[in-house]
């Protein structure tokens, strides 16, 4: 069975830490990997990572794949209150009858 | 450019009764996919519609059926509620061939009693 594992499920830090997200899966046809922030309702598009060890960034996040272990990262560097979300990680597939499987996601939140 | 809107934002049914949910897609895209997000849990994909069709469909039963319209937009219909039902439906529309690129409703939360 297709599977997305993320972890942490929850994390609490300061402002000014650093924080690594993990993304596992076990899915077949695999296309790409998808990085989402949830604030409130909908999930907005942070990166999609398609080719092993090229990392993607913007800004204060980035966010890298290892296509041969079957995982991503995600990085936040000098997290701000305003990073307090959940990050969603999906694996969207070639082909089956579920093309964006997602994860639980990773409750992060952010104190002053 | 409106993105991809849904109605109604929140809705309280009781077991057994049926709902209609509705979703507009953003402007120029042809498909509309629907996820059920249970408290706490991702994402879980229900049903894609292309030119009218249901083209793919996840392990949800048959009392979730959905419907796309000429203008793209969709309808997601459940129906004799479960309380297990209670979750925020999200709509996501992008192009057939772009699916990487999906942009996602603010949701509706339904809540069944």
């Known amino acids: 069975e297709d599977k997305v594992v993320q972890s942490p499920l929850s994390l609490v830090v300061h402002e000014g830490d650093t924080v690594t997200l993990n993304c596992s899966y076990e899915?077949?046809?695999?296309?790409?990997l998808l990085w989402y922030k949830q604030e409130k309702k909908a999930p907005t598009f942070l990166f999609m990572l398609?080719?092993?060890?090229i990392e993607k960034k913007s800004g204060r996040l980035s966010s890298i794949l290892d296509k041969k272990e079957l995982f991503s990262i995600l990085n936040i560097t000098a997290t701000q209150t305003g990073d307090s979300a959940v990050y969603l990680c999906?694996?969207?597939?070639?082909?089956?009858?579920?093309?964006?499987?997602f994860g639980k996601g990773t409750r992060l939140s952010v104190i002053a | 450019d409106a993105g991809v809107t849904q109605s109604p934002t929140h809705l309280i049914k009781t077991r057994g009764q049926q709902v209609t949910l509705r979703c507009s897609p953003k402007?120029?895209?042809?498909?509309v996919s629907w996820y059920q997000q249970a408290l706490g849990q991702g994402p879980q994909f229900i049903f894609q519609?292309?030119?009218?069709?249901?083209?793919q469909r996840g392990n949800f039963p048959d009392r979730f059926s959905g419907h796309q319209f000429p203008n793209y937009s969709s309808e997601l219909n459940v129906n004799a509620l479960l309380l297990g039902d209670s979750a925020l439906y999200l709509c996501?529309?992008?192009?057939?061939?772009?699916?990487?690129?999906?942009?996602f409703g603010p949701g509706t939360r339904l809540l069944v009693l």
């Open positions: 996501a529309s992008s192009l057939l061939y772009d699916q990487e690129t999906q942009y």
């Open positions: 402007s120029g895209h042809d498909t």
């Open positions: 899915v077949t046809n695999f296309r790409s």
């Open positions: 999906a694996v969207l597939r070639v082909s089956g009858n579920t093309p964006l499987v």
């Open positions: 398609t080719s092993s060890g």
């Open positions: 519609y292309y030119e009218e069709e249901e083209r």
